[in-house]
C-alpha cells in the first residue's frame, strides 16, 4: 500500500505492507506530474512500514529511475529494516541518485527543507 502527499519540497511517500507493481505506478505518475508542474522534486520516501516488495516492482524502479534520474532533487529515505537498508541501497547505486538515509520522518523532513548548498 502506498500514500502519496505533496508537500512544499516535493512529495512524501510512506509505504506499508508489501510494496507492488501497481504501487509503483501510481508513484511514477504522481513524481512525473509534480515534475512537470514544479521542476525537480525532493522526495521524502518512508519505508519504515514495508514489509516486503515484489520483483516486478523492483525492476520497474530500476527502469524508471534510470529514465528520468536527472527529473528529480533528492531523496530522503526513512528506513528501520536491515534488508530494506540494503535493497535501497543497491537501487541507489545502480540509478546514481543523490539519496540520504534516516532513522524518521522528521529528521528527513528537516534535511529535505533546508536549502540545498551551492
Known amino acids: 500500500m502506498i500514500s502519496i502527499r505533496e508537500q512544499d519540497y516535493g512529495?512524501?511517500?510512506?509505504?506499508?505492507n508489501e510494496?507492488?507493481?501497481?504501487?509503483?505506478?501510481?508513484?511514477?505518475?504522481?513524481?512525473?506530474k509534480r515534475?512537470?508542474?514544479h521542476g525537480k522534486p525532493d522526495v521524502l520516501l518512508d519505508l519504515a512500514g514495508m514489509k516486503d516488495f515484489t520483483l516486478d516492482m523492483a525492476m520497474e524502479e530500476v527502469?524508471?529511475?534510470r529514465a528520468h534520474e536527472n527529473d528529480f532533487g533528492r531523496f530522503a529515505i526513512?528506513?528501520?529494516d536491515v534488508w530494506i537498508n540494503l535493497a535501497a541501497h543497491i537501487s541507489g547505486?545502480?540509478?546514481?541518485?543523490?539519496a540520504q538515509y534516516f532513522d524518521?520522518?522528521?529528521?528527513?523532513?528537516?534535511?529535505?527543507?533546508r536549502p540545498v548548498a551551492a
Open 63 to 65: 527502469r524508471f529511475m
Open 104 to 113: 524518521s520522518v522528521e529528521e528527513a523532513q528537516a534535511w529535505l527543507q
Open 78 to 80: 526513512v528506513r528501520n
Open 93 to 98: 547505486l545502480l540509478t546514481h541518485t543523490h
Open 11 to 16: 512529495l512524501d511517500v510512506a509505504l506499508f
Open 35 to 37: 515534475a512537470e508542474e
Open 19 to 32: 510494496f507492488t507493481l501497481g504501487d509503483f505506478k501510481l508513484l511514477e505518475q504522481a513524481l512525473l
